[in-house]
């Protein structure tokens, strides 16, 4: 095969052979990304899939919950892919009220997922998760490879959220560790719940991991830690996933207010992760820890972000002012302010929330939680018309639009992005 190149009108074939680059993240077209949303009539509610994919494991799953007003941890929903026709919504209870939106991405090459669930007992803090490469039953190659989680619960008290926010954290290629900081809350009467983990491990071929840990402590004044990479990246072709646990085995703690655990996390710079959360009152065990992935591609896929909100990263293009509902925003890249097509049959949104300063209430979840929507030109955030307190909130968004045909590698080296 040659390549083409033609310059000043005169066209000259190159005997430099073309091949397709090893591991390409190829997304299956025209339904790469299927999404809808689900009313929570049942607590475990199935969902047909409008696409049969073709392998659960090279496809993964994204979710969103839009709890009602004054709603407590029950609310927690989590999303299984079951089989190729089927994903199972489930809540700790049934409320037609809290509606859930949900993506499925699949790819034809490239990546492969590992899914389970995990129960973490009442009285345990952690769980260790084994876990192995789904085509080769190997470790999984952690310079490529991310975790994502949902957590669920029956529990109802609306004051111990610290038992329902857990770091992922992959310790070897072989080992997933779920770690909650508090199972025991004296201000809640002693109340020690479990709490389901559905997880997902997911190995890229073309990406390349960054992965580490942060802290907000509780004295942080600006609410805000800064977190420098090994190895700086593209922002245009990079993304961030994390998550985030809060409080600790003590009578103080973050208590169930979203305003200190509940947290954005933002790519900054080529060099620079930033999380912030809403507010902080120096007050022991409201610490918030992070465990962090970055996940730089090299296959094409392309990634925009932005935030919205009353509190703005300075130099971005686009913002709303929440709490209008819904808020949208225009999907304008950071760098230009250019406004950029998004192809939503290969693309899913991961938005991360952080509640308003003058929110301190232990029922915010409501508030605080957000559905992301596509178009070609807009991503729309909503919550709740009913919630319960109205705080302001921001929100920090990345649209990550896949690759869908095979990338080639030059005969020297370098990728063609198609």
Known sequence: MKTLR?????CLFVGVTLSPSVGAAVIRQPVGVQTG???????????????????????????????????NATERATCELNSTTTLTVTA?????????????????????????????????????VPIAHPFTATPFDLTNTFALISERTTQTSQVVDEQFTLLAQLTTGSNLQLTRTQNNNPNAGNVSSAVTVVWQVIQID????????????Q????????????????????????????????????????????????????????????????????????AWFVVRMTDGTTVLRNVCGPSLTSGVAAAATMPANPATCLTRDSFTGNLINIDTTRSVP?????????????????DSSWQAALTATTITLTRSTNASNVAPATAAWQIVQFNKNPNLIEGDGREIFP
């Not at 991961?350 to 409501?366: E, K, M």
Request: overall charge neutral; hydrophobic content about 35%.
């Open 6 to 10: 033609c310059q000043l009108s005169l």
């Open 37 to 71: 949303t689900v009313n929570m009539n049942n607590a475990a509610q199935p969902v047909a899939l409008p696409t049969p994919v073709l392998n659960t494991s090279r496809a993964f799953v994204i979710c969103y919950y839009l709890p009602p007003g004054n709603s």
């Open 92 to 128: 700790g209870v049934a409320d037609p009220n809290n509606i859930v939106r949900w993506y499925v991405v699949e790819f034809l090459s490239g990546v492969s997922v590992q899914r389970g669930s995990t129960t973490i007992a009442a009285g345990s803090l952690t769980a260790a």
């Open 206 to 217: 073309s990406a390349s991991v960054q992965t580490g840990t942060a802290t907000i402590l």
């Open 219 to 290: 004295n942080q004044t600006v609410n805000t830690v800064a977190v420098t990479l090994a190895a700086p990246i593209d922002m245009t072709r990079t993304f961030l996933v994390f998550t985030r646990n809060g409080g600790a085995n003590n009578a103080t703690s973050i208590n169930g207010d979203e305003t200190f655990y509940q947290t954005t996390g933002e790519i900054t710079n080529s060099t620079t992760l930033t999380f912030r959360r809403g507010r902080q009152n120096n007050t022991n065990n409201t610490q918030i820890n992070i």
């Open 350 to 366: 991961i938005v991360s929330i952080r509640d308003g300063t003058n929110s301190a209430q232990t029922a915010d979840l409501d």
